[in-house]
C-alpha cells in the first residue's frame, strides 16, 4: 500500500499518532523556528522528520493556521504578544482531528493560542466544549520520553498549563459572534475549504467580518473555487481580495476526488483573503 493511503488511519479520536517516533512530531522541536517556514520541506526539516512520513495529510490543518497568520501580517505579532485569538469556521473533518492543533504549540512557542471553532458541523452534544492541548500527541512508541516529557513541559500563560485551548460552538458565525466574542475578540478569521459559492449562508457571516474589520483568510479545494468566492465576496463588500488568490504551500499533498468540477482539487489548495 502507497504510504499516502494509509492517512485517514494515521490519527483517530485520540491523542495518539498511529507512526514512530521518526516519522511524526510527538515532541517538541529541537530548535527554534530560524526563519518563516515556506513549504513542507522547511517543516520537516526543521521538525526532524523524514520526508517519506506522511504526517501532512493531517497537520495541513495546524500549517495553513500557520501560514494565514504570516499571510496576514500578523507573524511579527506573536512575538509581541501572550496570547493569539483565532475564530475558526467551518470545520467539519478537523472535528475528528482536534489533537493536530498541539502543533501550534511549537509554531508559535511562548504564546497562549485560543481557537474558537464556529460551525454547523460540531454536533449539538459538542457545543461549548473546550479541549485543552496540554502536550503534543505521543507516538505509538511505549519507551518514547513522548509519555511523561510533555506533561512537564507545557507553556504556563497566566493561570494555565496550556499552550493551545480549542472551544466548539455549533451554529453559524453571524448568529454566535456576540456571544464568543465577549471573551474572545479575533486577531484573524480563518475559513478552510470554506465553499463560499455554494452556501448562501456565509453571505451574512461576510458582512460581519467587514464589520468587524478583521484580517479573514479563506481557502478552497482548487483556483476556480476561490475565483467564485472572491466574486462572492466582492459582491457584499465591493472590495477585492486585500490578498489575491494564491497556492498554499501547506495545502494537504493528496488529491481530493471531485466528480463536479474535473479539477485537481487539495484540501486547502489555495487561499485568499479579505
Not at 507573524?75 to 475564530?87: F, N, V
Amino acid at each position: 500500500m502507497p504510504l499516502w493511503c494509509i492517512g485517514y488511519i494515521l490519527w483517530l479520536e485520540s491523542d495518539t499518532w498511529n507512526l514512530s517516533n521518526i516519522l511524526c512530531p510527538c515532541r517538541g522541536p529541537s530548535s527554534p523556528i530560524a526563519k518563516a517556514l515556506c513549504s513542507w520541506k522547511d517543516y520537516y526539516e526543521w521538525r526532524c522528520i523524514p520526508l517519506q512520513s506522511p504526517v501532512s495529510l493531517l497537520l495541513h490543518w495546524p500549517l495553513t493556521v500557520y501560514h494565514s497568520i504570516q499571510l496576514a501580517g500578523l507573524g511579527s505579532l506573536t512575538s509581541e504578544i501572550s496570547k493569539l485569538c483565532i475564530h475558526y469556521l467551518g470545520p467539519e473533518k478537523e472535528l475528528l482531528q482536534l489533537a493536530v492543533f498541539g502543533e501550534l504549540r511549537a509554531l508559535f512557542p511562548g504564546v497562549f493560542v485560543q481557537i474558537e471553532l464556529i460551525g454547523p458541523a460540531v454536533p449539538h452534544h459538542r457545543d461549548g466544549d473546550k479541549i485543552d492541548l496540554h502536550s503534543y500527541a505521543h507516538c505509538i512508541e511505549q519507551d518514547c520520553d513522548c509519555r511523561y516529557k510533555n506533561e512537564n513541559t507545557s507553556c504556563s500563560i497566566g493561570h494555565t498549563s496550556s499552550a493551545v485551548t480549542l472551544q466548539l460552538h455549533r451554529g453559524y458565525y453571524h448568529e454566535r459572534f456576540l456571544d464568543i466574542s465577549k471573551d474572545s475578540h479575533p486577531h484573524l478569521v480563518i475559513a478552510p475549504n470554506a465553499g463560499i459559492a455554494a452556501y448562501a449562508s456565509w453571505l451574512p457571516t461576510i458582512e460581519l467580518i467587514k464589520e468587524i474589520n478583521v484580517p479573514a483568510v479563506f481557502s478552497d479545494y482548487c483556483e476556480e473555487a476561490c475565483n467564485l468566492a472572491a466574486c462572492c465576496i466582492n459582491a457584499v463588500t465591493n472590495q477585492p481580495p486585500r490578498l489575491p488568490i494564491q497556492l498554499n504551500p501547506f495545502r494537504q499533498p493528496m488529491v481530493v476526488e471531485d466528480s463536479l468540477l474535473h479539477l485537481p482539487c487539495y484540501s486547502n489548495c489555495f487561499l485568499f483573503a479579505m
